[in-house]
């Protein structure tokens, strides 16, 4: 009988949560489990694949593995990993017999070894400094793998010795004599990203010293911040190294001249691929025959966002070729498919991220999904498996088969549901993209989505959202940062135009922003707002606010000075204030120096024409900052002189500072905080 009414009662309450919908929050947010890239078995019978989850009283996320088998029908996810320290990075065995990972649960970040027939997880390295990534040879009989290291020490023991003597030093002080100083969110303490190579032997451990592949250059592999084992690869037959690496010197800091370099995996003599480009190279990934080396390659030097795109060398004859050039979009990843001939790339594409074929030998290029956002893939014999998010939906894994049918991925079977019994019962705003006539004339394109609880003929206050990068897009994705169904659940209609600079219509629109920061993209999100007003008859144009970060913080503060009138009020995270204080403050300092056409030594004035900081006196909207004091790229003082500045002129506005993070608001407590502090400001100027 008590069985009987629990069951009752839960059904009853599950019904009634379907029955009324709700909002989604961003307590919903922050506690999605995430799903990462998955990787194919060789034989493309399994997936692994990670999960985030969030542990709210520990304020922080744990990662661990899960596997998929792609032959039943409807199987189950199964978890391979149950550690309180996460697990990550996951490589199959060549047999498919195993997968090695990630771990520091024995208390340094190490390589383990999960074999799938039974027993527990067996640590492959046990060395005295933290493993950053790693890669497994084709035989598995190899490791490359990164580790943070004193370049002058002769081996692992001299590099944690030294930190260790560091740590016992009582004064703070640290003495530089070039740049980076600081990068992302990190001071430099004399330490490189160094690839190495080690040996597993019969017993299935590395015991030997790992022999190191890339010290001899002055320069990190995989590169800081952001690098990955995507920046490094072995050949087919295991016996090379290809990496990226980008030498520091006295230049690093104004540098974007990364190259490709080969060096044998037991150890020996680097060889540099493409001195000839003073541009990026990076992403070199043998072809699985051995005959072609691909990798990704830019035009300009120092400019972070010209396009990549894909190059192919004959690994006999060195000859270089050109694949797919006349395709204006950039290359974000790439994988090659078992039979050498094509290679799988994903890229923006008009507010879509999606996932194309390239033919090798003609440069014929076809795409293979339709909207959303396609986060991570992979492939195996005629299988393909990615992660895929949109606006209503963070990633879910498919799976399609590669030639079944010129839609294969548009029917792709959909192999994750998470999150599913979570958000039961919240309703996602609905989205629209749209389009129309911006700067010089050209096509502008935009989204627009809707309160969950929208209803016909009502008008809702508008939250205007301003992208960052600048060459970036608000398209449709899903973001744990800004994403548009957090307003949307508070009860606002959300606005958020590609202007020009953003990525995904060709490269001449991208290239269009710098240089003219506050002139093309100001004048995109005027006429994209009067357009989308004008459309869509629910926005209520007098109630809005416009909300940006990075570029889109300083664009709120050009938007302050230039089009005073325009809203109620602004939220500004981590903006740029006072370009002459970005020029000589910022750490990556090629950005500021292309974006502003040289150094603000030389060319002051180009530096001056767009800065926020001139047009203070036209200042009058209330506005929100918010500041993260480990932000390196757009220091503290840019987000104190904005609030600054308000609090001179009288404008209405409060400072949110975060003194634990950086560019990004990542801790959950702190994501919670901001979301409720940003939408309080909002509701005080559209609802209260």
Known sequence: MRLSLLLLGTAVAASSAIAAPRGFTVEDMVKMERAGSPVLSPDASRIVYTVRSTNMDKNRGNTQLWMLDLRAPKAAPVRLTQADASSSDPEWSPAGDAVYFLSARSGSQQVWRLPLAGGEAARVTDLPLDVENFRLSPQGDRLALSLAVFRDCADLACSKARLDAQGKVKASGKVYDKLFVRHWDTWADGRNNVLYSATIDASGKVSAQPVSLSGTLDGDVPSKPFGD??????????????????????????????????????????????????????????????KTLAYLAMDKPTFEADRFHLVLMDVATGKKRTVADHWDRSIADYRWTPDSKTLLASAD?????????????????????????????????????????NLASGAQLFKFKLGASANAADKAQQLTTLNAQALADVKFGEYEQFSFTGANGETVYGHVMKPWNAQPGVKYPIAFLVHGGPQGSFGNSWSYRWNPQVYAGAGYATVFIDFHGSTGYGQKFTDSISGDWGGKPLEDLQKGLAAAVQKFPWLDRERSCALG?????????????????????????DGVFDTRGMAYATEEIWFTEWENGGAYYDVPELHEKFNPALK?????????????????????TQGLGTFTALQRRGIPSKLLMFPDENHWVLKPANSVLWHHTVIDWLDTYLKK
């Open 616 to 636: 203070v006196k036209n200042w009058k909207t209330p506005m929100l900052v918010v500041q993260g004091d480990l932000d390196f790229r757009i220091p503290t």
């Open 549 to 573: 970060a990075s570029y889109g913080g300083y664009m709120m503060n050009w938007i302050e000075g230039s089009w005073p009138d325009g809203f109620k009020c602004i939220v500004n995270h």
């Open 229 to 290: 084992h995507d920046e490094y690869h072995f050949s087919p037959d295991g016996k090379t190294v290809v990496f990226s690496a980008r030498i520091a010197g006295k230049t690093e800091a104004w540098s974007t001249n990364f190259d490709v370099y080969t060096v044998p995996a037991e150890g020996g003599a680097v060889k540099n691929l493409t001195a000839d480009n003073q541009a990026w190279d990076t992403k070199a990934i043998y072809s699985p025959d051995g």
């Open 349 to 389: 594409d008009i507010g879509q991220h999606r996932l194309f074929a390239i033919d090798a030998a003609s440069g014929k290029v076809a795409p293979l999904t339709g909207n959303g956002y396609v986060s991570g893939f992979d492939v195996a014999r005629d299988t393909v498996v990615m992660a895929q998010a």
